[in-house]
């Protein structure tokens, strides 16, 4: 999951990116999900996947 396809996941326009990045940001502080360790070191490119994963 990236930020870009959670928008569009959920029809939220690029506008609001920052309320997803908060909500991403909420989840990876509550273990949910975490950064994928194959993604791209950039925060602009982060990738997240399940916790358990």
Avoid: H
């Avoid at 928008?7 to 990116?17: K, V, Y």
């Avoid at 949910?32 to 982060?46: G, H, M, Q, T």
């Amino acid at each position: 999951m990236t930020n870009q396809s959670l928008r569009e996941r959920f029809g939220i326009s690029s506008a609001s990116s920052n309320s997803v990045s908060q909500t991403i940001n909420n989840c990876v502080e509550q273990n949910l999900i975490k950064l994928d360790p194959n993604a791209p070191e950039s925060k602009r490119y982060a990738r997240y996947i399940p916790s358990w994963a």
